[in-house]
């Protein structure tokens, strides 16, 4: 029997076909398909993934998308629609992330196609900025950074430096930065938060050091940049990160996820007009005409400018601070809980995100417990953890019920399973011992193997 999807239930098209089929019958089929998938993360039980979780938005946004779907972003001379939508995404984002501090207002952006366009333009612009270095350019990043940056760095041929992190605060080591850094390093990185614990890197300290070095500092704010402003506005104990913090270069935050616009967007935010403009591409003689690019993609759907706007001009600052006091306040009372159980224990100062462990027991137990409960967790390694990334679908009533009786069962399945193998760290565990290159092959093969079976089509 094929794991193919849905190949049991609808016709598998391995080639088009010959006659069209009826859009009835079409939207049908993908109707189906969306409410079956649906139903994963409207019970509030998978960590992130469904930022908004608002049917109602959603359709409003798809509404607002539907004006300018066929729209080229490019062709702006005919629809200067885009130009208003993309400059005023930009402006929102680059005031709510405090721009106005800087001493001048060159402040400027990009939109991207999402977290790593973002990150990967960060790198291109820091490389394209500083060719008067000699060698080759290198980066320092904490190792709880997205790996954005290393796919960014072997692209663009960016040496990168991975930090240590500090293990119980789970922070950026900034001696180790220091000693690090040499005449070729033209950007350090920090992350506010960072995806596996929710926590803040010291972005204060990180832009001292920079300033010293008179080297850029990127700060990732994909995953806290349109939520952590709120909770600090409603009284959170949030680490400064943003253009306030003396040395801060260039910030992303994707819209996509807390901003709660459609799949696809993000904004690239830079202190100075000039880092930004380097990363442009210029093909002045091509016979086809003058040819300029201010980012890696050529055609965009103004669609998704639409949309990303629609989602910011309805729901105002005041909409957002809503939010985000209902995810701060879940987050906590969910948090409350794991340090309930002192089998269990946080791993550092989280925010709205929070990864936990155990030193009783291999905490993916709780992982195999929880899944037959219908959650989703997000597993990590060294140490074995697990995250929980709190989105408004966790907002809901009775989640934190549901998670508060469910954990206490979990953590009794752990106890009584102690010398067992878990089922999921197969998969989401680290290597016993640490990683080494047999490990790294199998890893890779069973990877691959995964994606290959979802990929193939069957005969």
């Known amino acids: 029997m094929s794991d193919f999807p849905y190949a049991d239930r609808f016709l598998v098209h391995r080639t088009m076909p010959e006659e069209g089929t009826a859009c009835a019958d079409v939207l049908a089929t993908m109707s189906y398909m969306s409410e079956t998938e649906n139903a994963a993360w409207e019970s509030g039980q998978c960590s992130g993934t469904m930022y908004c979780g608002d049917h109602g938005h ?3 946004l798809n509404e607002a998308f539907s004006y300018f779907s066929y729209v080229n972003s490019l062709q702006r001379d005919m629809c200067p629609s885009s130009t208003k939508f993309e400059a ?22 990009l939109v991207t196609s999402g977290g790593s366009g973002s990150i990967a333009h960060a790198i291109l612009a820091y490389r394209e900025y500083n060719t008067d270095k000699v060698g080759r350019p ?9 790996p954005a940056f290393d796919k960014a760095c072997h692209l663009f041929g960016v040496e990168l430096r991975v930090a240590p992190i500090d293990p119980i605060t789970t922070q950026v080591d900034t001696d180790w930065v220091k000693k690090n850094i040499d005449k070729n390093t033209v950007a350090l990185i920090g992350s506010a938060c960072n995806y596996g614990y929710g926590t803040i890197d010291p972005i204060t300290e990180l832009g001292q050091i920079a300033l010293e070095h008179e080297i850029g500092l990127h700060v990732d704010g994909c995953l806290g940049g349109f939520i952590l402003p709120f ?11 943003d253009f306030a913090v003396p040395g801060v270069t260039t910030i992303s935050a994707d819209t996509h996820k807390y901003g709660y616009a459609l799949k696809g967007t993000s904004v690239l935010c830079f202190a100075d007009q000039a880092l930004r403009n380097s990363q442009y591409f ?9 040819y300029c690019s201010p980012g890696m993609d050529g055609s965009r759907s103004a669609g998704l400018l639409a949309a990303t ?4 001009v309805q729901l105002g600052r005041s909409g ?54 219908g959650w989703r967790l997000n597993g990590q390694q060294y140490p074995n953890a697990l995250h929980m990334a709190v989105t408004r679908p966790q907002t809901q009533p009775g989640v934190v019920e549901r998670w508060r009786t469910d954990i206490a069962d979990a953590v009794e399945y752990a106890q009584n399973h102690a010398g067992e193998k878990p089922k999921s760290g197969a998969v989401y565990g680290g290597v016993e011992g640490g990683p080494n290159y047999e490990a790294d092959a199998f890893i890779k093969m069973f990877m691959a193997a ?6 193939s089509i069957p005969s």
């Open 138 to 146: 290198n980066v320092i990043k904490p190792e709880t950074a997205h």
């Open 282 to 290: 210029y093909q002045p003689d091509w016979s086809g005409g003058k």
């Open 450 to 455: 995964m994606m290959d079976q979802q990929s």
């Open 320 to 373: 957002y601070r809503g939010y985000a006091e209902q995810i701060f306040a879940t987050s906590r009372s969910m948090q409350e809980v794991i340090l309930s159980h002192d089998s269990l224990r946080i791993l550092g100062n989280p925010s709205f995100l929070f990864s936990f462990t155990s030193d009783e027991f291999d905490v993916y137990h709780v992982n195999d417990f929880l899944r037959t409960k």
């Open 309 to 312: 706007w629609a989602a910011m």
């Open 88 to 109: 005023e995404v930009i402006a929102m984002t680059l005031d709510m992330l405090n721009a106005s501090a800087l001493s001048d207002s060159s402040a400027v952006g």
């Open 231 to 241: 909770g600090r506005e409603l009284g959170y104990d949030i680490a400064p990160f």
């Open 58 to 60: 959603y359709d409003f």
